[in-house]
């Protein structure tokens, strides 16, 4: 999946189809991906009423096997992995021992001793050392399984229909995080129902030599129900009003989780210790009696977009900064999410303001998603 010059970004299985389709392509995180194929508003506008299709094949993943695999997952992150069913996955971190979040991560229980860890393209390999750092003691293997697998995500309100053409895997019984082997268009594939727009939909887990055949059945099977590529500009947008942080915005390793208001991933009453236990409980203490800043929405009321920090301002003084904007296809608005000063956070709240260029725009401070599907 990688390119043979390494001062070059890597590539994936479906680079030449990228190309072919005419995508515009961007370095992100060491890799060449598709930024968008035409418009990304329409390309957002697909996945939210029909559905989109994606490369994510620069996500990292790492397995981790052996008798002691659980109990190396709860000692190095924060989650009780432990209570994971068989076919289940969880979302979850892996922070310092200062509690500083190192990634957000997905882990799948793919048996009953091999999970699945997927993160963040530009922590792969950071997580990765850190596992493997972890592993000391422990009956367990951590192996990078990067260059084995291409990811291929179907998202939107028709995915479901348009895969379960492709497959006979029991998709009406696949819950949401969860995941269970199967045959796409004849392709072996990990079927997860998971994904980061905010929609239904699926990730498929294949060989990378299967990947472009797996797209091209998808593209003929989505035909008729309105499936379009989508690159990564309108992923953005999508996991923005769906209030689902990013790494390096919303998330990094001077924030615990506490900090970005998902403190309910860190599980105190797992077995044994773990790594940021200490510093964790503290943030969790400071977090209870005063939040210092609170992750929130701000919606534009006016049309200048926002952009990561950018300062947000209430009474002449700076309460906070911006770590996402982007202009919103489904509301119509720009939006933002920033981390604000506690007594700014309210829903409602007036006289907030985002600093653009030396102008403060108003904004509406509103709860988090921005938008949520219609079950």
Same mark, same amino acid.
């Given at each position: 999946?990688?390119?043979?010059?390494?001062?070059?970004?890597?590539?994936?299985?479906?680079?030449?189809?990228?190309?072919?389709?005419?995508?515009?392509?961007?370095?992100?995180?060491?890799?060449?991906?598709?930024?968008?194929?035409?418009?990304?508003?329409?390309?957002?506008?697909?996945?939210?009423?029909?559905?989109?299709?994606?490369?994510?094949?620069?996500?990292?993943?790492?397995?981790?096997?052996?008798?002691?695999?659980?109990?190396?997952?709860?000692?190095?992150?924060?989650?009780?992995?432990?209570?994971?069913?068989?076919?289940?996955?969880?979302?979850?971190?892996?922070?310092?021992?200062?509690g500083g979040i190192l990634d957000d991560l997905i882990v799948y229980r793919l048996g009953e001793t091999e999970y699945m860890v997927v993160a963040n393209a530009?922590?792969?390999?950071?997580?990765?050392?850190?596992?493997?750092?972890?592993?000391?003691?422990?009956?367990?293997?951590?192996?990078?399984?990067?260059?084995?697998?291409?990811?291929?995500?179907?998202?939107?309100?028709?995915?479901?229909?348009?895969?379960?053409?492709?497959?006979?895997?029991?998709?009406?019984?696949?819950?949401?995080?969860?995941?269970?082997?199967?045959?796409?268009?004849?392709?072996?594939?990990?079927?997860?129902?998971?994904?980061?727009?905010?929609?239904?939909?699926?990730?498929?887990?294949?060989?990378?030599?299967?990947? +472009?055949? $797996?797209?091209? /059945?998808?593209?003929? &099977?989505? %035909?008729?129900?309105?499936? !379009?590529?989508? *690159? =990564?500009?309108?992923?953005?947008?999508?996991?923005?009003?769906?209030?689902?942080?990013?790494?390096?915005?919303?998330?990094?390793?001077?924030l615990t989780p506490f900090d970005a208001g998902l403190g309910r991933v860190v599980k105190f009453e797992k077995e044994g210790d773990f790594v940021g236990r +200490?510093? $964790?409980?503290? /943030?969790?203490?400071? &977090?209870? %009696?005063?939040?210092?800043? !609170?992750?929130? *929405? =701000?919606?534009?009321?006016?049309?200048?977009?926002?952009?990561?920090?950018?300062?947000?301002?209430?009474?002449?003084?700076?309460?906070?900064?911006?770590?996402?904007g982007a202009p919103s296809p489904t509301l119509g608005k720009p939006i933002a999410m920033a981390y604000v000063d506690a007594a700014h956070a309210a829903p409602?709240?007036?006289?907030?303001?985002?600093?653009?260029?030396?102008?403060?725009?108003?904004?509406?401070?509103?709860?988090?998603?921005?938008?949520?599907?219609?079950?």
């Amino acid at each position: 999946m990688s390119s043979t010059e390494p001062d070059r970004p890597r590539r994936t299985a479906l680079d030449a189809l990228h190309r072919s389709l005419g995508a515009t392509m961007t370095d992100f995180a060491g890799w060449d991906m598709p930024l968008r194929y035409g418009s990304e508003r329409d390309e957002h506008i697909a996945v939210r009423t029909k559905a989109g299709l994606f490369d994510l094949s620069h996500m990292g993943e790492i397995t981790v096997t052996g008798p002691q695999a659980v109990a190396l997952l709860n000692h190095a992150l924060v989650g009780n992995i432990a209570t994971v069913g068989l076919g289940r996955a969880r979302y979850t971190m892996i922070c310092r021992a200062d509690g500083g979040i190192l990634d957000d991560l997905i882990v799948y229980r793919l048996g009953e001793t091999e999970y699945m860890v997927v993160a963040n393209a530009s922590n792969a390999q950071v997580v990765l050392d850190a596992l493997t750092e972890r592993a000391a003691g422990f009956d367990a293997e951590v192996r990078d399984d990067r260059d084995n697998y291409a990811l291929l995500a179907v998202q939107g309100p028709e995915s479901a229909g348009i895969l379960k053409s492709l497959t006979d895997a029991d998709l009406e019984g696949l819950k949401y995080y969860a995941g269970l082997p199967g045959t796409v268009a004849g392709v072996p594939a990990l079927i997860a129902r998971t994904g980061y727009t905010g929609e239904d939909g699926f990730e498929l887990f294949v060989a990378p030599g299967d990947a +472009e055949k $797996l797209w091209q /059945a998808l593209t003929e &099977a989505g %035909a008729d129900a309105g499936l !379009v590529p989508c *690159g =990564l500009s309108c992923r953005d947008t999508l996991r923005l009003e769906a209030g689902m942080p990013l790494y390096g915005h919303e998330l990094s390793t001077s924030l615990t989780p506490f900090d970005a208001g998902l403190g309910r991933v860190v599980k105190f009453e797992k077995e044994g210790d773990f790594v940021g236990r +200490e510093a $964790l409980l503290a /943030a969790a203490e400071r &977090a209870a %009696a005063e939040p210092p800043r !609170v992750l929130v *929405g =701000l919606v534009a009321e006016g049309r200048r977009v926002p952009r990561a920090g950018y300062a947000v301002v209430a009474g002449g003084e700076v309460i906070g900064e911006v770590t996402s904007g982007a202009p919103s296809p489904t509301l119509g608005k720009p939006i933002a999410m920033a981390y604000v000063d506690a007594a700014h956070a309210a829903p409602g709240t007036a006289g907030v303001g985002v600093d653009i260029r030396g102008n403060h725009e108003p904004y509406e401070v509103v709860a988090l998603p921005f938008y949520k599907r219609q079950k």
